[in-house]
């Protein structure tokens, strides 16, 4: 269970620039539940995954996971429980290294790294296997270098690496957002079935309506560093783009114009 | 034909001493290439290794001990100039400047005078056979060996758990963190091993050479890029075997070319120029090939 108290967070304190992205934030987030961010442009979205991530100090408030406080932890420390996916593809691999290292490298994301030789030949087998379930060709091309694939397959692989390891929180920033759209229904296809397979707890930030009325079982909506409302499974269920624009008196021209 | 006849009589020379610039030149090549950390600090740990190594021997002590702590001292080194890096936001360029100056005070105060004569001490060559250090049908297997054994022993570090994730670091610091490395750990770890090479080299040299000198680093570092970079040429960096083959392949090939030069006639006090004009052709051609010189950024490194 992921416990967020109080967290805040103000960029340029004290100049005129200043500017606040968490204003108080209070979020509760139950094992296996799978939470559905929008909001517009500068509402605090990414500012709030990567406080959790670790990526940005706060300025208060405490984060918590199953109990755990993990605001004293660095990033890589924090990677023990969590996983990410970027929105930019570039981000979440690494381009000179092969397919097959990037997945070695998320394998052992929660482990202490020995000197025993990573790619074993039944590593190699289990990679192959996962690769196979997204259909994109990649389980052949595992000697591949990574920066040989499109964004969309980065992307697919940044999806696997995060989700394979089974992490206690599974972080998705616009992970489809720059994918062309076939690219990002397999990848979005990809993602909920992990989800489900693995029971995830996962908090996603998305711009696209259809997808958060679609995926999740909670929906909320962040504006100007606050969490304004919120939406269980009950009342996801049967929700139009509509009634969700309304609801949320949606005054963002990106998100209506979004499909 | 006499300036084949010099130049042909010196290969062998030439040949032992470019397999211990080998050190050298992997020291260089593992921040570049490996870890994107781009580092000056062998012009220092070089001439700190064999200062360090020098003077433990003129005042008795064992070589390997000597050679041991020569290495420890340039690990030292190379970690200060990471820590400098990483703790301070200062360019690694800048950071490995200002270690590699402060050295230089160093090194002097280490030796107590700018030269000392190890001809009349033990070293490593002697220990293990009397005529090892010249007779170079013994020689050069040796040395061949021993840069031998650390080519292997990176190459088998890097397919450990431990190594990709060190590689990690250099290809993309962020998604390394992001799965779970201490960044801190790796460039720290990386940077100091590297310069550890690098001092390990100028031990070896001041025993072979039977003296140590504090300017015997000037311009090692560019002598090290251009054999990293005609290496590179070569073989390739396509793997990780090839990316550590190339240093030593490629200080063997520039060192006969030196002395080739200059037993055709090149003013020694030319060869900088005649070294550092290469360098610069081979790092601009990328550029110049794709037509937009300086539009492109040819490596991505760390700022
Ligand atoms: N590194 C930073 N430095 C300064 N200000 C920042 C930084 N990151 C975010 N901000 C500011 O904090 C506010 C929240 O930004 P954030 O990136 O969290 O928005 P978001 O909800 O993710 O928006 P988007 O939908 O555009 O991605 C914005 O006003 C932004 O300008
Ligand atoms: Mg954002």
Redesign the interface.
């Known amino acids: 269970m992921l416990s967020i108290k109080q967290l805040c967070k103000t960029f340029y304190p004290g100049t005129p620039d200043e500017k606040t992205a968490l204003d108080h934030v209070d979020l509760e987030l139950d094992t296996g539940s799978f939470c559905v961010v929008i909001g517009s442009n500068g509402a605090g979205k990414s500012t709030l995954l990567n406080a959790i991530s670790g990526k940005l100090p706060v300025d208060g408030g405490t984060i918590a996971l199953d109990g755990e406080d993990i605001g004293p932890l660095p990033v890589h420390q924090r990677a023990r429980l969590l996983a990410r996916v970027f929105q930019d593809p570039m981000i979440g691999t690494a381009p000179g290294m092969s397919i097959e290292e990037n997945l070695l490298l998320a394998e052992l994301r929660a482990s202490r790294r020995s000197l025993k030789f990573g790619l074993t030949a039944a590593r190699r087998r289990l990679f192959r296997d996962r690769l196979a379930l997204l259909g994109l060709g990649l389980e052949d091309r595992l000697d591949a270098r990574v920066e040989l694939l499109s964004g969309g397959q980065r992307q697919a692989l940044s999806l696997i690496m995060a989700v394979s390891t089974n992490p206690r929180l599974l972080l998705l920033d616009e992970h489809t957002a720059a994918l062309d759209p076939r690219t990002a229904g397999l990848v979005m296809e990809a993602t909920v079935r992990a989800v489900a397979e693995f029971g995830l707890t996962t908090l996603m930030v998305t711009h696209n309506m259809h997808h958060a009325i679609e995926y999740g079982d909670r929906l909320i909506m962040m504006e100007a560093g606050r969490i304004k409302l919120g939406l269980g499974a009950e009342e996801k269920r049967g929700l139009t783009v509509e009634e969700l624009v309304a609801r949320f008196q949606i005054a963002d021209d990106k998100i209506l114009l979004s499909d | 034909m006499d300036f084949l006849n010099s130049y042909i009589g010196l290969i062998p020379v030439t040949m032992a001493q470019s397999l211990i610039y080998a050190f050298v030149a992997t020291g260089i090549m593992l921040p570049f290439r490996i870890l994107s950390f781009p580092d000056l600090t062998s012009e220092g740990a070089f001439p700190l290794g064999g200062c360090v190594c020098g003077v433990l021997l003129s005042i008795g002590v064992d070589p390997l001990l000597a050679m041991t702590v020569a290495a420890m001292a340039g690990f030292a080194a190379g970690c200060t100039t990471a820590f400098v890096h990483l703790r301070f936001g200062i360019n690694t360029l800048l950071a490995g400047i200002l270690v590699m100056t402060m050295l230089y005070s160093i090194n002097l105060r280490i030796m107590g005078r700018s030269n000392i004569a190890l001809f009349n001490y033990e070293n490593i060559f002697s220990n293990i056979h009397p005529d090892l250090n010249f007779d170079y049908t013994m020689k050069i297997p040796f040395l061949a060996a021993l840069i031998g054994i650390v080519v292997l022993g990176f190459f088998w ?1 890097f ?7 060190v ?2 670091v250099g ?2 610091p ?10 801190w750990t790796a460039t720290i770890g990386g940077v100091g091993i590297a310069s550890a090479l690098s001092a390990f080299g100028g031990a070896l040299l001041v025993q072979s050479q039977g003296f140590a000198d504090v300017n015997m680093g000037f311009g090692i570092l560019i002598n090290g890029l251009a054999a990293l970079i005609i290496g590179e040429a070569i073989i390739g960096r396509n793997s990780v075997l090839r990316q550590l083959l190339a240093p030593v392949v490629g200080a063997m090939v520039y060192y006969q070319l030196v002395s080739f030069c200059l037993a055709l006639g090149l003013p020694p006090s030319d060869l900088k120029l005649a070294t550092g004009a290469f360098v610069l052709i081979m790092l601009a051609l990328p550029t110049l090939k794709k037509g937009k010189a300086g539009a492109v950024r040819p490596e991505k490194l760390r700022e």
């Open positions: 570090f397919k450990t758990e431990k190594g990709v994730g590689r990690a290809a993309n962020e998604m390394a963190e992001a799965q779970g490395i201490n960044i």
